[in-house]
């Protein structure tokens, strides 16, 4: 399983990690055991992604040069970014609002909590840690469809009810954090959420989960759970797909996904937790 966007799975949560902050050249000083943390994931993720992840992945990936041994510096992927599409990081805590986020995204920021996971949660969190967000994201938004897609959602999202966002959530989910694409090499990932996570890299293209072609409304109406491999992805025929996306009346699939209503889950309900004493 991956680390995935909070803000997507319609619950609050609490965090026990906290950001660590730039200085004011803005320069974050890594601790040894962040670092080697990160080398554990970029060396294992790295030996995975051969013939499992879409060519504008890769491309963006050899673009932003990425370090194996430390954390990069929010500032050289910035440079990337802005030369290729016109997006920067944005620091920010380990959990932030709906509406900064969505702004964020609007203004061509994507934001990036400034922390790593602890080697004893490898394989799996709820919050979205750098590693996820550099990762498993930012050589994506190198690629002028995806970035303009993100763009959009951002300002879909900062103008929407707040039913509306959720809605809107199921598509991102469908898409940024979990899309798979069909290219002439076969079916590859350019989902984030399954780029950074190992398990669900293998997971996404084997014959357990289902696999449906993308469509925009069933997408909105496809329920999830942030904390399991997902039983179900929706594929691209085109990355250009997003492009075109961008282009079209969003809300008004929302609205119609609304007044179709929600698939049964594929999925069985999250646990409930045990009340406290």
Sequence with gaps: MTSSNPYLSGVASKTGYRARL???NGFIDWPDQDNATWQTLMQRQLGMLEGRVCQEYLDGL????????????????????HAATGWQTAQVPALIPFDTFFELLANRRFPVATFIRTPEELDYLKEPDIFHEIFGHCPML?????????ATYGRLGLAAEPKERVYLARLYWMTVEFGLVDTPAGRRIYGGGIISSPKETLHALSDVPEHF???????LRTPYRID???????VLDDLSRLHELSQQDIMS???RAMELGLHEPRFEPAPKKAAKA
Excluded: K, S
């Design 142 to 150: 190198t690629n002028p469809a995806f970035a303009e897609f993100t």
């Design 228 to 234: 399991i491999l997902q039983p179900l992805y929706y």
């Design 62 to 81: 050899e673009r932003l040069a990425l370090p194996e041994d430390r954390i990069p510096q929010l500032a050289d992927i910035d440079r990337v970014l």
């Design 253 to 255: 699939m929302v609205h």
């Design 213 to 219: 072609p993308f469509d925009p409304i069933e997408a």
């Design 22 to 24: 730039p200085d004011d």
